[in-house]
């Protein structure tokens, strides 16, 4: 099947400091992307969608300058943390939505944050 | 706004018995659903995909239905297995996202006891 893969599996950084998490679709283009949050016991909350060569659309509540998307190319889009917090410590996951087979969305492995 | 909701919360069952598990959404306007298995502090892997106009899905041991109407599906997995510990995530398409997003429900943490 479809691979995504996200690195890193998980980032400790100290607050103030930005990190940069990448979603890789390996085998397949992916026009869209998504980038989920999950707090622990709780459900994945879709933050944002990427899309290729253009702005990232946020949900509601999602800051855009703190979370800074970019789609660079069809088979990469990153999420940096600008400005990192403790209260940003969260796992993040990102799924990729087959450009051709458009109803399949494949999930990275997910990426730990820990800011401390 | 579309809501999902997964009971119970968390189940708990010794090897051999079958599982139930449920998921219920507010919104019928789906175009699929989709059951995800979650393993501690790792991503989805996909276990079955539902398009809205099917009543079930049938993967080996596990077995998903689809009310649409009623705003339910229910994963059933027969003769559980320590390894079917995990957590279980039901997801919906909307019909009104082009994009098509996922609504998540909670999950279910199940744990089955050798």
């Known amino acids: 099947g479809a691979v995504v893969s996200q690195h890193p599996s998980w980032v400790i950084c100290k607050s103030g400091t930005s990190v940069k998490i990448e979603c890789r679709s390996l085998?397949?283009?992916?026009?869209?992307m998504f980038w989920y949050r999950q707090f622990p016991k709780q459900s994945l909350m879709l933050m944002a969608t990427s899309n290729e060569g253009s702005k990232a659309t946020y949900e509601q509540g999602v800051e855009k300058d703190k979370f800074l998307i970019n789609h660079a190319s069809l088979t990469l889009s990153t999420l940096t943390v600008t400005s990192a917090h403790p209260e940003d410590s969260s796992f993040y996951i990102c799924?990729?939505?087959?450009?051709?087979?458009?109803?399949?969305?494949?999930f990275g492995q997910g990426t730990r944050l820990t800011v401390v | 706004k579309q809501e999902v909701t997964q009971i119970p919360a968390a189940l708990s069952v010794p090897e051999g018995e079958n599982l139930v598990l449920n998921c219920s959404f507010t919104?019928?306007?789906?175009?699929?659903l989709q059951w995800f298995r979650q393993d501690p502090g790792k991503g989805l892997t996909s276990l079955l995909l539902?398009?809205?106009?099917?009543r079930e899905q049938t993967s080996g041991r596990l077995n998903a239905s689809l009310d649409k109407s009623s705003g339910r599906s229910t994963l059933y997995i027969a003769a559980s297995q320590p390894g079917d510990s995990a957590t279980y995530l039901c997801a919906v398409r909307g019909t009104t996202d082009s994009w098509g997003k996922l609504q998540f429900g909670a999950g279910t943490q199940v744990v089955v006891t050798p």
């Open positions: 799924s990729a939505r087959d450009s051709f087979q458009a109803y399949l969305a494949f």
């Open positions: 085998d397949f283009q992916a026009t869209t």
């Open positions: 539902i398009q809205s106009s099917q």
């Open positions: 919104d019928s306007a789906i175009y699929n």
